[in-house]
């Protein structure tokens, strides 16, 4: 069965330390993968995204991920976190074969100064 | 840019009650669809939309219809509202599958009650 796992439900960090969020996931076919994030009170925003080709992904805010198909992981990374970035983060997978994302259970973060 | 606009933004239902969750998008997208957010549990599809006209079930549809009349709109209905119904309902839209190199567009969603 597909799926999408984020071990971590709650991480905390102090400002301007480095964060690494795991996702992996479970899927038959070529996957495609994203993380969003969520502000309290917003929908979700689109961090990055992978297709295909190189496997390490820049996305906004200065967060970066990167595909290792041996392992199905898809982990999000930032090398110094700013307080902003407290949010919960959201991996999906899905792929071309399909119209529908399949969401992970979200892991909150939470930025100490 | 008004993107993804949900209304309302809250609601208190008495149980049984029922009610529609609007959604339109200016984006011209062509897909569209309806989530519901849980504590712990992420998001669950419900139901979305190819285009106008065209409805399919997500993994959550119990309890829920959905109508796509225009490319704009992508309305929710709840016939008889139940307490397993309280969440928060997110609509998002993109422009081609959500699986298929388009990122989705959210609403900043619906907080409803069921009492």
């Known amino acids: 069965a597909q799926s999408v796992t984020q071990p971590d439900i709650h991480i905390t960090v102090s400002e301007g330390a480095s964060l690494e969020l795991r996702c992996n996931y479970s899927?038959?076919?070529?996957?495609?993968l994203f993380w969003y994030v969520q502000s309290p009170g917003q929908g979700l925003q689109l961090l990055l995204k992978?297709?295909?080709?190189?496997?390490l992904v820049q996305g906004i805010k200065g967060f970066e991920a990167e595909f290792k198909r041996s392992q199905s992981s898809f982990n999000l990374r930032k090398p110094s976190v700013h307080w902003s970035d407290a949010a919960e983060y959201f991996c999906?997978?899905?792929?071309?074969?399909?119209?529908?994302?399949?969401f992970g259970t979200g892991t909150r973060l939470q930025v100490f100064p | 840019n008004a993107g993804v606009t949900q209304t309302p933004k809250f609601r208190i239902l008495k149980i049984g009650q029922s009610m529609t969750l609007q959604c339109a998008q200016d984006?011209?997208?062509?897909?569209m669809y309806w989530y519901r957010q849980d504590p712990g549990m992420g998001l669950k599809l419900i139901y979305y939309?190819?285009?106008?006209?065209?409805?399919d079930k997500g993994e959550v549809p119990n309890g829920y219809n959905v109508s796509r009349s225009t490319t704009e709109d992508f309305p929710l209905r709840l016939e008889l509202a139940a307490p397993s119904q309280t969440s928060v309902y997110f609509c998002?839209?993109?422009?081609?599958?959500?699986?298929?190199?388009?990122?989705?567009?959210f609403g900043n969603g619906t907080r409803l009650t069921v009492t």
């Open positions: 992978y297709f295909s080709g190189d496997t």
């Open positions: 939309s190819v285009g106008a006209g065209i409805t």
């Open positions: 999906a997978v899905g792929s071309i074969n399909t119209d529908k994302l399949i």
């Open positions: 984006m011209n997208h062509n897909y």
């Open positions: 899927y038959g076919a070529t996957p495609y």
């Open positions: 998002a839209s993109s422009y081609s599958g959500q699986g298929r190199n388009s990122p989705l567009h």
